[in-house]
């Protein structure tokens, strides 16, 4: 099942996708589960409106990030092992964390945008998981449980802020990121690592990799991060980019305005945005 928040007229509602539809879930539910955040715990209710007809086209609406009111945005960075190579990084002993804020991302169709200050903006594609079940102190052999589903991600990097020491700013310039189309549900993906993701630039491909290239899979990052602080509902977590990004690259490649860049994944979808000067 593919959950998505989106508007339409002026409105803001999430749905499940049928076809090239949406039934608009919001509507029908949201006096009681307002977001789709709000109605991760009542999936069995969505599931009962999957088999409805649409009551709007994907070309008619505009897609929102799927979880448009998380309560933590979790990234791991250098956690693939063939990028931890091509960056000439020391291998990680814990998975190596740091948060983004809501506001610097954007959803599916809609423009990333290149702050004034730096030209050095990397694209990042990843995979990323939404907590459906909270918990704390989660044991690996019960983690994937945790998972209401799976979304494609762009950790969109300004390498010479991150380069100068600050983490925290080289990842989290407004609508320098992105998060979507949607969620597919965790009984979609049985096996993430069995999942291969693919970065295009321009139509050009810049990245491709199996999901088990990971140094900490999903069942390791959420064991991990759950003995930090209780994992709740609608917390996302991006697991990582693999190489081929832009600054491993010789010469450097740098996203501009005018591009286009698309992360894929398979049993799961494409993000695409195109990219913005501010």
């Excluded at 076809?19 to 919001?26: E, H, I, L, P």
């Excluded at 609508?175 to 630039?201: C, I, K, M, Q």
């Excluded at 740098?254 to 945005?273: Q, Y």
């Amino acid at each position: 099942m593919r959950l998505l928040s989106f508007r339409h007229g002026g409105r803001d509602s999430y749905g499940v996708v049928a076809d090239d539809g949406v039934v608009d879930a919001g509507r029908r539910l949201g006096a009681a589960r307002p977001t789709l955040r709000t109605a991760l715990g009542a999936l069995d209710e969505l599931r009962a409106l999957a088999g409805e007809a649409p009551d709007l086209s994907l070309a008619e609406i505009e897609f929102l990030q799927p979880i448009t009111d998380p309560g933590r945005i979790t990234c791991v960075g250098l956690n693939y092992r063939k990028h931890i190579e091509e960056v000439g990084a020391a291998t990680p002993q814990q998975p190596s964390l740091f948060a983004r804020h809501p506001d610097s991302q954007v959803a599916h169709q809609q423009p990333m945008v290149r702050p004034r200050v730096s030209a050095d903006y990397d694209f990042e594609g990843e995979l990323a998981f939404v907590i459906g079940t909270p918990g704390r102190h989660i044991p690996r052999d019960r983690a994937l449980g945790h998972i209401a589903g799976y979304a494609c991600f762009n950790d969109g990097s300004l390498r010479d802020f991150q380069r100068g020491g600050s983490i925290l700013a080289g990842k989290n310039f407004w609508h320098s990121g992105a998060f979507g189309p949607w969620l597919v549900t965790a009984d979609e993906v049985p096996e993430p690592g069995a999942l291969t993701l693919v970065t295009r630039l321009n139509g050009a491909e810049m990245q491709r990799s199996p999901i088990d290239d990971l140094l900490f899979d999903v069942a390791d990052l959420i064991a991990y991060i759950s003995q930090l602080w209780p994992l709740e509902v609608g917390d996302v977590v991006s697991t990582g980019t693999p190489s081929g990004v832009g600054l491993g690259r010789d010469p450097h490649v740098w996203m501009k305005p005018g591009d286009r860049v698309e992360v894929e994944i398979s049993g799961i979808g494409t993000l695409a945005n195109t990219v913005i000067d501010e």
